[in-house]
């Protein structure tokens, strides 16, 4: 069993529709990270957080520690997000090293 | 003005050659990274070098071999490419080596015929 697993695999969404993606983790960590990754394959780091919430635009990530428990929202979704959603955490003990979970295919449909 | 840059793009190749990948940051990070990411686009991390140093050496065969002339440079040589090492490659930086968000390249896909 992974370390981080993230619910759904594959999500599509109609264009506007508000979206939910699930993380969680079996081992301490120091900090998690969401990540997306396009078609065209770069990454990029959206959030990196170790507690509370944090907000980008129409994107929110929120962690419980004590649940071990991660949600990225997406709202008012469009096309342009489709994309992998990757959630990866830092191990308490690790430092630097990121542990990854499988990816979220998201599809917004216009 | 690209901050993490990795060539080649793309690289194909045959069994039992020996390639290189480079990359080059110039956000002037101490620490940088190498992932593979097999076909099922899991990524797992391969190498950490921090300044120079190498701070994170997973279980990968000793084929492959990650070189880092400057803590902004940060190549990978493989040597006797297997079948199985097709895959995408990414390097990426971080500014330490403690929880950070890391900055990612393009991607490398490498191809074994």
């Known amino acids: 069993k992974n370390e981080v697993e993230q619910s759904p695999q594959n999500l599509t969404a109609q264009e506007g529709e508000f979206i939910t993606i699930n993380c969680s983790y079996s081992v301490g ?3 998690l990270h969401w990540l997306q990754q396009h078609p065209g394959g770069g990454i990029v ?3 990196m957080l170790s507690s509370g919430k944090k907000k980008h635009g129409r994107l929110i990530a929120t962690i419980n520690i004590q649940e071990k428990h991660s949600s990225l929202h997406i709202t008012a979704s469009h ?4 994309a992998v959603y990757i959630c990866a955490v830092n191990r308490g ?3 630097s090293r990121l542990t990854f979970g499988e990816g979220t295919q998201l599809t917004v449909n216009p | 003005d690209t901050a993490v ?3 080649p ?3 194909v190749t045959q069994m039992g050659n020996d390639k290189s990948i480079k990359c080059e940051q110039n956000l002037g990070h101490d620490t940088m990274y190498w992932y593979k990411q097999d076909s099922k686009k899991f990524l797992k991390i391969m190498f950490s070098y921090n300044n120079k140093e190498l701070i994170i050496n997973e279980t990968v065969p000793n084929r492959f071999s990650p070189k880092s002339p400057d803590k ?8 006797s490419l297997e079948l199985g090492d097709s895959a995408v490659y990414f390097c990426a930086s971080s500014p330490g080596t403690w929880g950070q968000p890391q900055h990612f390249g393009d991607g490398t896909r490498l191809s074994i015929l």
């Open chain 1, 29 to 31: 960590i120091s900090a």
């Open chain 1, 45 to 47: 780091s959206l959030f």
């Open chain 1, 79 to 82: 096309p342009r997000d489709s």
């Open chain 1, 93 to 95: 003990t690790s430092g």
């Open chain 2, 5 to 7: 840059s990795q060539t």
């Open chain 2, 9 to 11: 793009k793309y690289l």
């Open chain 2, 72 to 79: 902004a440079h940060l190549n990978l040589h493989i040597n």
